[in-house]
Nanobody, 126 residues
Framework: QVQLVESGGRMVQAGGSLRLSCVSS????????MGWFRQAPGKDREFVAA????????HYANSVKGRFTISRDNAKNTVYLQMNSLKPEDTAVYYC???????????????????WGQGTQVTVSS
């Protein structure tokens, strides 16, 4: 069983930056595709960013492209989401997700992931 624990969420003013972290307990982390999703109140969970097992491939939602960066440190079993130029519409609970998928695969659909963290709240004030 893989456990994912997110951290780093807090309240920040518009234009500010945050870095979210997600630590995995999985022994196959270095072979896991990882992703970040978010869910705002009253809305469906949406894709934010994804990264392949090696970090060689990444993919972003259009709404965050150029502002957010996903990265990973396989030695630390950790995936990061650097969020810059934050906007009030970025307010949401952010979840990281993992699934065993070796290779240069990035996954953008929530149903493709097997494991989920509990989420961390990001609030951007205007």
């Amino acid at each position: 069983q893989v456990q994912l624990v997110e951290s780093g969420g807090r309240m920040v003013q518009a234009g500010g930056s945050l870095r979210l972290s997600c630590v995995s307990s999985g022994s196959t982390f270095s072979s896991d595709a990882m992703g970040w999703f978010r869910q705002a109140p009253g809305k469906d969970r949406e894709f934010v960013a994804a990264i392949s097992w090696s970090g060689g491939n990444t993919h972003y939602a259009n709404s965050v492209k150029g502002r957010f960066t996903i990265s990973r440190d396989n030695a630390k079993n950790t995936v990061y989401l650097q969020m810059n130029s934050l906007k009030p519409e970025d307010t949401a609970v952010y979840y990281c997700a993992a699934t065993f998928t070796p290779g240069l695969v990035v996954l953008i659909n929530s149903y493709e992931y097997d494991y989920w963290g509990q989420g961390t709240q990001v609030t951007v004030s205007s």
